[in-house]
């Protein structure tokens, strides 16, 4: 399209300047056509050449060079509803990230009050078990302390009669005997 504009323009340009530059050769020449037709100036027939000249370029460029122009104006209108309808997507797009920063904000500031209370809730709850656990460590070496302290002391007693009373000290009579054996059996 573009070469067929320049090829028109070139047709138009290029008899204006033969035209003009063979002025001084060609007055020869225009005084015998002058002399033949009878005729000082041939303007009219000019302008009426240059008329249908004119008609028939309207007639074969006029479509084309409204649809062209139609062409642009509707693909400058597209490429404007497009540049619009993509900015509205941005501030569309802007608006949902402020929001899911705001609500990521206050996700993370819950989280962490929840971590906080969670922390808190871990610590007390570590510092009773650890209570827990040494009252009973406490109870239990109580217990061991009194079994060893009896053990202590049955062992220091059985030393004392062990070293001071032997067999030939107790004299247990038949019936003694007999009555701790059966005491020991029905127990």
């Known amino acids: 399209m573009k070469n067929k ?5 070139g047709l138009l340009i290029v008899p204006a300047i ?5 002025e001084q050769e060609g007055s020869a020449q225009a005084a015998k056509y002058l002399a033949m037709t009878g005729r000082e100036t041939d303007f009219v027939p000019r302008i009426f050449n240059f008329l249908i000249f004119a008609g028939i370029l309207y007639y074969l460029l006029a479509d084309k060079l409204k649809s062209f122009l139609v062409g642009r104006q509707e693909g ?14 941005a501030k569309k797009q802007q608006k949902d990230a402020q929001a899911l920063v705001k609500d990521s904000d206050k996700k993370a500031k819950e989280i962490i009050a929840d971590a906080k209370k969670e922390a808190l809730f871990l610590s007390d ?4 078990n650890n209570v827990q656990e040494l009252s009973f460590l406490d109870k239990q070496l109580e217990e061991k302390m009194e079994l060893e302290s ?20 107790i004299a247990i009579s038949e019936g003694k005997i007999v009555s701790m054996v059966s005491n020991k059996v029905v127990a």
């Open 125 to 128: 709850k570590i510092m009773q």
């Open 76 to 89: 400058i209108a597209n490429q404007l509803k497009d540049i619009e309808d993509r900015l509205q997507l």
């Open 150 to 169: 009896r053990k202590s002391a049955r062992e220091t007693i059985n030393e004392v009669l062990s070293e001071n009373i032997t067999n030939d000290d």
């Open 5 to 9: 504009f320049i090829a028109i323009i």
């Open 18 to 22: 033969l035209f003009a530059s063979g």
